[in-house]
């Protein structure tokens, strides 16, 4: 079944404890995209990745980190998180030319406390 | 910069009513996607609209597209409970990333 994947579903730490969430795809997708989701707010990306070893800046980047080593993974990481950065977290992936638009994973619900 | 706007934001309908979500960009393009989002869940995709004039037709929803006006529409024909959700447009830009609207919450009373 074509999907990504985003472990954990459910994170709750405490502030400042470095954590990573993974975000896997099995649909041999180019483009990789991490969003946040919060009340208001609707979606705002955070980091976007071309391809392998081609990441770029979304609208709202500030602490938090992504690498893409592999084409298939694409993990965010929260080096030192603060409670601002609780949120529902998603990872989305796609074809290079967007053609279908994007899948999603299922979310990871992040409190920092 | 190309700017999504959708509306309305909320909506609360009672069942068997139609209704039509509007979604309007700023910018030229001709790619506009729709998703649904159960609470606390993921974004499902609805339709892809890859042209002026495309309709897309699945159950009790029905999108188009109206490059042209740079306007896209999801109507809803005699609503159910079932379709509460959450329903976001998106429109692609010229460097291919996606736009998203704030999305519009749609509750269907029995």
């Known amino acids: 079944e074509a999907q990504v994947t985003q472990n954990p579903r459910y994170l709750i730490t405490v502030t400042g404890k470095k954590l990573t969430v993974t975000c896997s795809q099995n649909?041999?997708?180019?483009?990789m995209s991490w969003y946040r989701q919060d009340p208001g707010l609707g979606l705002r990306q955070i980091y976007y990745s071309m391809n392998v070893e081609v990441t770029d800046k979304g609208d709202v980047p500030e602490g938090y980190k992504v690498s893409r080593k592999e084409k298939r993974n694409f993990p965010l990481i929260l080096e030192s998180p603060s409670p601002n950065q609780t949120s529902l977290y998603f990872c989305?992936?796609?074809?290079?030319?967007?053609?279908?638009?994007?899948?999603f994973g299922s979310g990871t619900r992040l409190t920092v406390v | 910069e190309l700017k999504v706007e959708q509306n309305p934001l909320f909506l609360s309908m009672q069942e068997g009513k139609n209704y039509t979500i509007y979604c309007n960009y700023s910018t030229t393009s001709d790619r506009l996607y729709w998703y649904r989002q159960d609470p606390g869940k993921s974004l499902e995709s609805l339709f892809v609209?890859?042209?002026n004039g495309a309709v897309k037709q699945e159950g009790r929803l029905m999108a188009s597209l109206d490059t042209k006006a740079r306007l896209s529409t999801l109507h809803i024909t005699a609503a159910v409970h079932d379709l509460s959700a959450t329903y976001f447009c998106a429109v692609m830009d010229s460097n291919y990333q996606l736009i998203w609207g704030a999305g519009t919450k749609l509750i269907i009373k029995p």
């Open positions: 609209l890859l042209s």
């Open positions: 989305a992936s796609s074809s290079a030319d967007r053609f279908y638009g994007y899948t």
């Open positions: 649909m041999n997708h180019e483009y």
